[in-house]
């Protein structure tokens, strides 16, 4: 498909008052800013629950203060249930994809705006809404739910006689939940009919940049995907609210003092195949954004053109098709058929090969280049590291004979932690350091940034690492204190170093904090082009004007020309006509 040379643009003078321009905005850029820092507030929120239930099992009989003494299980599980969720839907979800790709992809497009600018600002604020409506759960009678990110019925479809926080604060659960799958709906719209409808005159498919391919891959991903999960959500209330049986069997029975609740023909087994047929391809929504980060920045700070440019845009389309094929390997325990599981088991090692291709192609781009050791490029080589680590872990829990007696175990925190979480957010810091002169027209701090990196990099290895040996030997998760049982005791210390190094490492981000908000003051004012990229975000003033572009922009070449022979400069951007490059020996 060729690029549209008549995009619909919404350039329009730039609104006046603190509240048009910066609140209520329609301006995408503005929309962009106002997610990635919601993710922020987000992400310390969630690092701070971690911090209190790592503190727990470190130390299971200390008083933490604000829980009246030891905390109990019910509030431990309250914190995990509480930072599962904050973390993969208001910061991974959130971030990457809600973030940077509304500050990015029309600019990278050539585009002025998001192809609806009201429904973007919509977007934002429901997805706001849901988030203080989650926080609210904390502050009811009985107190945040207990049942874990993905929430499995019954213990979530039958209220208050199914433990604390199993009333109120699991129906305000839900209710964010719903709200953030709808908000991501609108977005995914938005983001699509940007890609498709308002390319600038010459931004052929071929010649995007692997961001807008992961955010239009994401995208896709996300209006089939969250649309499931809002309809399971929906009927997850009418079992809640309405008494009815979706997900309630009949029988089921609380306590030897009451009867059986009045309830048939529900199945529990039905939330788990429509919520793993969401979660799944949420794993792809948080990491493949990450993936385009990744790929935009290597191939930038290795002056080489990314390897293999078409293969690395259909290995993204090949990860989001087979990630829907692949939900039932978080089920292997459920007592699924051998024949479903084997299914499974082979799609899910599938998966890996357009993984693999990507992997090599970054090891490719970085092979011979003239590589610039910046923060930016450090998170990005980060985030190969933990992606192939985390990566690796899988292969074994593919297989449903190693799944089964690991598949309670720390072990898949740990996997999922490193391959999910730490991996995305390597992603984002590396699209924070980079871009950071863009958004803001200053750079920041590099000696603070690479301190920040190294004490994020080591940490996370540190802190997630020994968790597979602890899942290898049988502890197991969603348990609030593995010191009553007498074979786990012995682990205690590892426990102590894994809960030391969260600390450490948690502290560590103190420094992105203050690097962060020094820089937005007194950083180094930054160029138009500072890191001599080639890419059309990099040929606007920093910070980009209301509208994005002074004139009309033309592209004519693809999105890595770097080290082309025959060139005076090293980089050769999308923008300039053949005419304005200056080429060696003076033509």
Not at 452 to 479: D, K, N, Q, S
Request: charged share 10%; with cysteine; aromatic share 16%.
């Amino acid at each position: 498909m060729s690029a549209h040379a008549n995009a619909v643009s919404h350039h329009s003078e730039a609104p006046q008052g603190f509240i048009r321009r910066y609140i209520f905005s329609t301006d995408h850029k503005v929309i962009g800013v106002q997610y990635w820092l919601l993710a922020l507030v987000a992400a310390t929120v969630g690092m701070i629950l971690s911090w209190l239930f790592r503190a727990h099992l470190a130390w299971p009989n200390a008083a933490i203060p604000g829980f009246g003494g030891v905390m109990r299980p019910e509030q431990y599980l309250a914190l995990v249930t509480m930072h599962g969720t904050i973390m993969v839907f208001f910061v991974l979800t959130v971030a990457p994809q809600s973030g940077f790709g509304n500050y990015f992809l029309p600019i990278q497009l050539g585009a002025d705006d998001m192809a609806f600018p009201t429904l973007n600002m919509m977007s934002f604020w429901i997805t706001f809404l849901a988030f203080l409506v989650l926080i609210a759960a904390f502050f009811t009678t009985a107190g945040a739910p207990i049942g874990g990110w993905t929430s499995y019925p019954p213990l979530s479809a039958v209220g208050q006689i199914a433990g604390p926080g199993q009333g109120t604060g699991e129906t305000l659960w839900v209710v964010s939940i719903a709200m953030f799958c709808l908000a991501s709906l609108l977005t995914a719209l938005n983001f699509i009919s940007t890609t498709i409808e308002m390319r600038a005159q010459g931004m052929s498919l071929m010649r995007m940049p692997l961001t807008v391919w992961a955010w239009f891959v994401t995208a896709v991903l996300s209006l089939l995907a969250f649309g499931v999960l809002l309809a399971a959500g929906i009927l997850l209330l009418l079992d809640r609210l309405a008494f009815t049986s979706f997900f309630v069997p009949a029988g089921l029975v609380f306590s030897d003092t009451q009867p059986a609740l009045a309830h048939a023909g529900g199945s529990p087994l039905l939330w788990e195949h429509l919520f793993w047929f969401f979660g799944h391809p949420e794993v792809y929504i948080a990491i493949v954004p990450a993936m385009g980060i990744t790929s935009h920045v290597l191939s930038n700070f290795s002056r080489k053109p990314i390897f293999g440019y078409k293969a690395m845009a259909y290995s993204l389309c090949a990860i989001g098709f087979l990630s829907f094929t692949v939900w039932g390997h978080h089920m292997f325990v459920s007592g699924m058929s051998p024949y479903s599981a084997l299914a499974f088991s082979f799609l899910t090692l599938a998966i890996g090969v357009p993984s693999a291709i990507k992997t090599f192609n970054w090891l490719g781009t970085l092979w011979g280049g003239k590589i610039r050791f910046t923060t930016a490029m450090l998170f990005a080589i980060g985030f190969v590291s933990l992606f192939v680590t985390g990566g690796l872990s899988g292969l074994f829990l593919a297989q449903p004979s190693v799944d089964l007696p690991l598949h309670d175990t720390y072990f898949v925190i740990a996997h999922f932690h490193i391959v999910m979480g730490l991996a995305a957010i390597f992603g984002i810091f590396a699209g924070t350091y980079y871009w950071f002169p863009k958004m803001f027209g200053r750079k920041m701090n590099e000696t603070l940034g690479k301190t920040h990196f190294w004490i994020t990099f080591v940490g996370a290895y540190l802190t997630f690492m020994p968790m597979h040996w602890l899942g290898i030997m049988g502890a197991l998760r969603r348990y609030a204190d593995a010191s009553a049982a007498p074979y786990l005791q012995h682990m205690a210390p590892i426990e102590h170093f894994i809960t030391i190094c969260a600390f450490i490492t948690g502290a560590g981000q103190l420094l992105f904090y203050v690097n962060f908000l020094w820089s937005l003051r007194r950083g180094e004012k930054a160029t138009e082009n500072p890191w001599n990229a080639t890419t059309l975000e990099w040929s606007i003033p920093s910070p980009p004007p209301h509208g994005n572009f002074l004139e009309v922009p033309h592209v004519y070449r693809g999105p890595y020309e770097y080290s082309v022979p025959g060139f005076t400069e090293d980089f050769v951007p999308q923008h300039l006509a053949p005419e304005q490059v200056a080429k060696a020996g003076g033509d």
